[in-house]
């Protein structure tokens, strides 16, 4: 299987018309047909149902698609990287990361890098823990921010400087939002939104015997998305401080949970990972900065 033959599988699985893909390509419709035929035979099965006009994956050939994708992104990003390995300038960076105010002293350390390797180039990828860590398993990512204690066995980390801590998005107009803080108590028999991750993870051991009296409405990944169900009264968003606009002019308030629930980040990477030179000097100037915080 060729990587060049993968890239026309995808340019019609995106496109869903041979001419189309074809002509993207810059190759013939008969060149195409013929590649995609020869693949089919390959992996002896039918990865697409042929329309009139259109051209549809079966479920060999979305399944083929996913694959695909990662090896792609995969040989490209190992092109990239030795083209760059004698770049003493520059290069690329892969970071996948998680929601949280810390990603703030990241970010302050890729303007300073920047300053030094102006032709950097980095590449953001956001998600919970399961997302990133899956894609930096993969060798997808050179480096992961999560918000759990990472797994020793398969990772090295480095601690962000300080920790979020969790909190409750109620509407301005709710009772709750006179109170200072909120207790589990508080939220029992209520609606509430939180990702899948920190329900389990930090929610159900911060609750303790009153978890079972807790109600999940709804998971989000993304705490914008879950305030909004919160600001049309449909249920309190459990999230992190400082992710939520909770001005006056938007009509959401923060509480903080009590007792005070906080949550570390962490920079991770794979053990026994291997560099290229500009991810390698990131590395040590987070190392030393963070040190000294």
């Known amino acids: 299987m060729e990587i060049r033959t993968l890239r026309y599988f995808l340019a019609v699985a995106r496109e869903e018309n041979m001419s189309r893909a074809a002509e993207q390509l810059h190759v013939t419709q008969p060149?195409?047909?013929k590649a995609l035929r020869v693949l089919e035979d390959e992996l002896g099965k039918k990865l697409f149902i042929r329309h009139s006009f259109s051209i549809a994956?079966?479920?060999e050939g979305v399944l083929l698609r996913n694959r695909a994708e990662d090896l792609i992104f995969m040989a490209d990003k190992i092109e990239r990287e030795f083209l760059t390995l004698d770049d003493i300038t520059g290069g690329d960076i892969y970071f996948g990361l998680a929601e949280s105010y810390q990603i703030r002293y990241l970010a302050r350390e890729i303007l300073a890098f920047k300053e030094t390797y102006p032709d950097l180039r980095y590449h953001i990828t956001s998600g919970d823990t399961e997302q990133v860590t899956e894609k930096l398993d993969k060798g997808l990512?050179?480096?992961a921010v999560i918000c759990e204690a990472p797994?020793?066995?398969k990772y090295n980390h480095i601690l962000f400087p300080e920790a979020d801590y969790f909190g409750?998005?109620?509407?301005?107009s709710s009772a709750l939002?006179?109170?200072e803080c909120i207790t589990a108590q508080d939220l029992a028999?209520?609606?509430l939104f939180c990702s899948e991750q920190s329900w389990e993870n930090d929610i159900r051991p911060w609750a303790g015997d009153t978890f079972p009296e807790l109600q999940l409405e709804g998971s989000f990944r993304l705490s914008y998305n879950g305030s909004m169900f919160a600001k049309e009264g449909l249920g309190i968003l459990l999230t992190l401080n400082n992710l939520i606009?909770?001005?006056p002019e938007n009509g959401l308030v923060f509480l903080p949970l009590a007792p005070r629930l906080e949550i570390r980040m962490y920079l991770i990477w794979n053990k026994y990972q291997s560099f290229t030179p500009i991810a390698e000097r990131f590395l040590k100037q987070i190392k030393d900065s963070f040190a000294n915080k």
């Open 141 to 143: 990512l050179d480096f």
């Open 151 to 153: 797994d020793e066995r």
């Open 57 to 59: 994956l079966t479920e």
């Open 168 to 172: 409750a998005v109620v509407p301005a």
């Open 31 to 33: 060149t195409l047909s």
């Open 189 to 191: 028999g209520r609606p």
């Open 177 to 179: 939002a006179e109170k």
């Open 245 to 247: 606009n909770t001005s």
